[in-house]
């Protein structure tokens, strides 16, 4: 039977990266969606930026949406202090088996709580369920029309907080044009674009950083 994408990128990592070393799981996606075949990663460059903004950050606790095969959730996991933790939201099922075990190769299941569902659904139910306050930090990379109505979710909810860092991926290609206008025009959201490239190709993309002002 065919293999799926998502399997052969865990066949990538679990031919070529070493247990345990979660910089060894990144290169060694970075590697196989470079020179076999493209997936739809943060990837190197745009990875670069994110490895930026979450040392800034040095958040205790991160939200990511859409998880895909987990490769933005290992590199961010692998920059958090002792004791920081990582949510990752994932509603396709295929997917989430894929990324848990890309997570247990770098070794960092204990920082990253992969959760299945939608986010729409989740987000609700974040601090009663996963006894969360606030988020320091928001990766958000999943169904490019669903940033804006998430973000506003996350607002209703209280999950943000004054200072609280959102980092958009795709923001220009696929594009993510609501939430653009949105954070750029609104007095509650302090932007800026890292101008970068779609991931393993020369097309442009970059990233938004939005920090709440409460
Ligand atoms: C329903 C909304 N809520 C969700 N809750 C939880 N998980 C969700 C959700 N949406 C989507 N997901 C998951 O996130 C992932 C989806 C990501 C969507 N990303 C893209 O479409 C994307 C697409 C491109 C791209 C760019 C140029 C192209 F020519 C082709 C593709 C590049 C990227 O970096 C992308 O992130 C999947 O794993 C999906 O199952
Ligand atoms: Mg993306």
């Known amino acids: 039977t065919q293999s799926t994408r998502p399997q052969r990128i865990l066949g990538a990592v679990q031919q070529n990266a070493t247990r345990g070393d979660p910089r060894s799981v990144v290169r060694a996606i970075d590697q196989y969606c470079r020179n076999q075949e493209w997936a739809m990663n943060v990837g190197d460059e745009k990875g670069c930026i994110l490895d930026s ?58 920082k990253i709580q992969l959760v299945e569902g939608a986010s729409g659904d989740l987000i609700p139910k974040m601090k009663e369920q996963f006894g969360v306050e606030t988020f320091d930090l928001v990766f958000l990379d ?19 907080r004054k200072g609280s860092v959102l980092l958009a991926d795709n923001v220009i290609c696929p594009g993510t044009p609501d939430y653009l206008e949105f954070v750029r025009s609104s007095p509650r959201y302090e932007s800026q674009y890292f101008k970068s490239h779609l991931e393993y190709t020369k097309v442009e993309d970059g990233l938004e950083k939005s920090v709440f002002l409460g």
């Open 53 to 110: 903004v979450v040392s800034e950050v040095n958040p205790a606790t991160v939200l990511e949406l859409g998880t895909y095969c987990g490769y933005s959730t290992v590199r961010i996991a692998s920059l958090l202090p002792p004791h920081a933790k990582l949510i990752t939201l994932e509603f396709n099922p295929e997917f989430a088996v894929i990324a848990r075990q890309v997570i247990a190769w770098a070794g960092l299941e204990d």
């Open 142 to 160: 999943h169904w490019k029309d669903r940033y804006l109505p998430d973000t506003k979710l996350m607002e209703e909810c209280g999950l943000l």
